[in-house]
């Protein structure tokens, strides 16, 4: 049984920062691509950004500039930094990760997902 579990979502004013987590647990042998997703009222999940085992990151362009996604591989937890968030960037945040399990099962997982919401 594996799970992903999310924190740090919540309110804060346009301009402010925001730091979310997601630790995964259970039983994992690895863990290879990690990523953050939203999904606001009305639209479609979005990749937000991304990261590899090895550390190289992807970011929608909408975002790049101001947040970071890392991960520590010992805690087998990913972070998303948001810096000078919008209210655009509202929306329920999910974590997304590629996990082989110690049955050397590979399936992707989602989290229960944070609500971000950026006022103006």
């Known amino acids: 049984q594996v799970q992903l579990v999310e924190s740090g979502g919540g309110l804060v004013q346009a301009g402010g920062s925001l730091r979310l987590s997601c630790a995964a647990s259970?039983?994992?042998?690895?863990?290879?691509?990690m990523a953050w997703f939203r999904q606001a009222p009305g639209e479609e999940r979005e990749l937000v950004a991304g990261?590899?085992?090895?550390?190289?990151?992807n970011y929608r362009d909408s975002v790049k500039g101001r947040f970071t996604i890392s991960r520590d591989n010992a805690k087998n937890t990913v972070y998303l930094q948001m810096n000078s968030v919008k209210p655009e960037d509202t929306a329920v945040y999910y974590c997304?990760?590629?996990?082989?399990?110690?049955?050397?099962?590979?399936?992707?997982?989602w989290g229960q997902g944070t609500q971000v919401t950026v006022s103006s």
């Open positions: 259970g039983s994992i042998f690895s863990i290879s691509a």
């Open positions: 997304n990760a590629v996990i082989v399990s110690v049955s050397r099962q590979r399936n992707a997982y």
């Open positions: 990261i590899t085992s090895g550390g190289n990151t």
